[in-house]
């Protein structure tokens, strides 16, 4: 349901606590408050989903106006438009949007001009006419500023408003001159070279050709709701021409749903919808809202699967809804999507536009064509990746307010695309950087106060600095056990306690995931210091005896250390597993020690044999390496026990089946193989084999170091993508959603980490990341 803000979009003043009626104030505790203001934040952005709220467009409710009845062309059709235009003029004369921004000036003069030549048509508000002629006259100069925002067809709409105005003896308060050059570049502008995307472009300024208008053509852009590209100004152009009934019928039902003022564009439910979800997971806070957005997405689903016109016609509706629908596990086709590869786009409305929203809407939607039958699609997609980036390096937008914030979401898509972005770093950028001010431009200005909204980003910015509070005291426990566990004593080992929690935080950052945080944390100190411990001090006794020592876990009898880094390492790894093993079994109701001990097992295993090939100067094959190396990645012991502690029961069979070894197998070689491509040349230099010189050396003299690194980064990238399928597949799939998220945030998280190298080696990204997710409180 849809509804229009009157003349503005609608905000709600939030207080302060303090701001607080004296006598709430003196009940409450701030406490008590806090919680109080944060469940009314979520009430109101509920109640947002029952009805979106878009702004009330002056400019096409003037062309709604000008409509003759079709009893008499000397009366209007609609006269409560006619009258809403003479009730609404802003204080400066003009018509549009309030506030008026400085850089939409030429929006203010196309909205007041359109509003001019309504009343001029009936002979009504003598007043208001004097008043917005003098706004054009006082504003005009703005038509040249390159800095000012062009609304789309400007340059077409507005001098054909002033031919119209000059037929209907409006007294402009312009030069011949200044109108003359206008009109001249209109009619250079109108020369170009036509092909289909700038004939679509010329069929929606239709309201600005008048008689240079072929109609005929404009007509095959007709929706089966009667409209010409939802635009209510481009439908009421084609009614004023040629009576269509269809273009009538939909004007008509505007007024009928909105009285005496029109928006924009619609309808645009659907979209406003999607925006809204997508602007509550950008933020973080979604899951308050898990209710709302699922009953959402299955009508959106159910409307995919009609062909509904309203996704299918809009491109930026069709990727949103695709992405959007595919990441919460409904089965999509990405057919609807072939209709926007590069040689389609390039000759399309948005593509004549060089529409970068679109662009960037269809690159996100690219990150999710993984299907085996799509990689035809996934490369004809793949032209959003390098437009994006090119056009943005040429400078093609301008720095004011609407390019600044879209400019910085394509520079953070760009650089950390779907899989290198881990959540909560994301969720700060995106409160850090997110615009409230949620004005749009298509002919004119509009705003829907769903998609944009101060009280999301309130909500996110508490429920950010709450998680953060419960991790940081959960990062003291972590450091306070490295020493009760004398970890610290290890002095050959990375001491990084920030970093692997960093990554369990990053990942299962909610509040009630504690169990899974620490558990993450600590076995992620406890692999690196056992991958240290294999790699660099470790004695061939000593690597024995700590194997030996857990595979006889269950043995009578004190055990046997042949060192005190062996006794310090088991002991700490005794007491993790018998920790986890009694919160897995409150979570779980069974016993699962025994896998957290067989996890352990096999990685200790696998770095044993790659200490004997070192040993032993054994070269072995690619495919050995990559099958024992995946299991020293050292992941298993860190993801797989978080599984039991996240919520969903998992029974034996499930961990078991093959689905739940192809997603440890499928991340671990990604993890494997990202690691080697990073750290290759200083392991190389160590005397240590890897993938990217193990690739060299079977393939033959002749496969340089680049050959090689471009071989593996293909290998990483086929993974991923059967890793993303594998956890976004709900058909058959026996692995519980909420399990399968850990196996690709992993990844997610490996990405970020080796970006710039290795994260344990380049401290300044780490700490920064850090920082910002652990130690820096959100303050806007």
């Known amino acids: 349901m849809m509804s229009l803000s009157h003349p503005n979009c609608i905000r709600h003043s939030s207080l302060p606590i303090s701001a607080l009626p004296k006598s709430k104030s003196e009940v409450l505790t701030e406490t008590d408050a806090t919680i109080l203001y944060f469940q009314e934040t979520k009430e109101r952005i509920k109640k947002m989903f029952d009805k979106t709220q878009l702004s009330v467009s002056a400019y096409d409710t003037a062309w709604v106006a000008m409509l003759s009845s079709p009893n008499s062309r000397q009366a209007p059709c609609f006269p409560e438009c006619v009258n809403w235009l003479l009730d609404n003029q802003l204080s400066d004369g003009s018509w549009g949007l309030p506030p008026h921004h400085p850089s939409l000036v030429k929006d203010a003069l196309s909205s007041t001009l359109a509003c001019l030549l309504a009343l001029k048509r009936w002979g009504l508000g003598e007043q208001q006419m004097t008043k917005g002629l003098q706004f054009i006259e006082s504003n005009f100069t703005s038509i040249n500023d390159e800095e000012q925002h062009t609304p789309i067809g400007f340059n077409i709409i507005f001098p054909g408003m002033i031919e119209t105005a ?107 919808l999607l925006c809204m979800i997508e602007s509550l997971e950008r933020l973080g806070i979604d899951s308050h809202f898990s209710k709302e957005i699922r009953d959402v997405l299955e009508e959106t689903y159910r409307c995919w699967l009609q062909g509904d016109e ?86 093609t937008t301008r720095a004011d307010r609407f390019s600044k914030y879209f400019s910085i979401e394509v520079h953070d898509t760009l650089k950390f695309p779907f899989h290198a972005n881990v959540e909560r770093l994301a969720h700060r950028r995106n409160i850090e950087h997110h615009h409230v001010d949620n004005t749009r431009i298509l002919k004119t200005s509009y705003c829907f106060s769903n998609i944009s909204n101060a009280d999301f980003l309130q909500l996110a910015e508490e ?99 042949c060192s005190e880094p062996v006794e310090i390492i088991f002991s700490a790894l005794r007491s993790t597993i018998c920790e986890i093993g009694d919160k897995a079994l409150a979570w779980q109701g069974r016993s699962v020690t025994h896998h957290v ?88 230099e160590a005397g240590k084999l890897n993938s990217v010189l193990l690739h060299m050396i079977h393939s033959g003299s002749g496969t340089t170091e680049e050959e090689a690194v471009e071989k593996i980064r293909g290998l990483i990238a086929d993974g991923r993508r059967e890793l993303l399928r594998l956890v976004l597949q709900e058909k058959d799939s026996v692995v519980p959603r909420a399990c399968k998220d850990l196996f690709w945030k992993m990844v997610q998280v490996l990405h970020l980490f080796y970006m710039d190298g290795d994260g344990f080696s380049s401290p300044d990204m780490m700490l920064n990341a850090v920082n910002d997710l652990l130690r820096e409180p959100i303050s806007l």
């Not at 299918?312 to 509706?317: E, G, H």
């Open 310 to 395: 309203e996704i299918f016609s809009d491109a930026d509706t069709c990727a949103m809804a695709f992405r959007i629908l595919r990441v919460h596990g409904y089965e999509v086709s990405s057919d609807p999507l072939t209709q926007y590869a590069e040689h389609h786009f390039s000759r399309s409305f948005g593509g004549h536009l060089k529409d970068f929203s679109t662009a960037l809407e269809l690159f996100k939607a690219s990150q999710f064509v993984i299907f085996p039958e799509e990689s035809g699609l996934e490369k004809q997609m793949s032209w959003t990746n390098q437009f994006l980036k090119q056009e943005f390096s040429n400078g």
């Open 166 to 272: 000059i037929d209907m003896n409006l007294n402009l308060p312009l030069r011949s001159e200044d109108i003359n050059v206008m009109l001249h570049n209109r009619d250079l502008e109108l020369r170009r070279n036509k092909f289909e995307g700038r004939e679509a472009y010329l069929a929606y300024v239709s309201e600005g050709m008048g008689k240079l208008q072929d109609w005929e053509m404009v007509m095959k852009y007709q929706r089966k709701n009667g409209s010409l590209f939802n635009s209510p100004s481009t439908t009421a152009a084609a009614l004023s021409q040629l009576g269509n009934a269809g273009c009538f019928h939909y004007i008509n039902s505007l007024i009928a749903k909105f009285g005496n003022a029109v928006p924009t564009v619609y309808p645009s439910d659907k979209y406003a």
């Open 597 to 684: 001990i067989e996890m352990w097992l096999d990685l200790l295993k696998s770095a044993l044999r790659e200490a004997e090939w070192a040993r032993n100067k054994v070269v072995p094959t690619f495919d050995e390496y990559v099958e024992n190396g995946y299991v020293s990645m050292a992941l298993g012991p860190i993801v797989l026990p978080a599984v039991y502690l996240i919520g969903p029961k998992v029974s034996e069979e499930v961990v078991r089946s093959p689905e739940f070894h192809n997603l440890f197998k499928l991340m671990s070689i990604c993890g494997r193989l990202i690691n080697d491509t990073r750290t290759f040349k200083r392991e190389s």
């Open 463 to 561: 429920d950010f600095n709450r998680c953060q509070s419960i991790h940081r005291e959960e990062l003291k426990h972590l450091e306070r056990w490295v020493v009760e566990t004398k970890l610290d004593r290890l002095k050959f080992a990375r001491q990084k306690m920030a970093y692997c929690y960093f990554s369990a935080a990053g990942t299962c950052f909610s509040p009630e995931l504690s169990d899974a945080r620490i558990s993450w944390a600590k076995n992620s100190v406890l692999t690196t210091v056992a991958d240290d411990f294999f790699d660099i001090v470790g004695s061939e006794e000593e690597l024995a005896n700590l194997v030996h020592l857990l595979e006889n876990w269950d043995a009578n009898g004190s055990p046997h250390y």
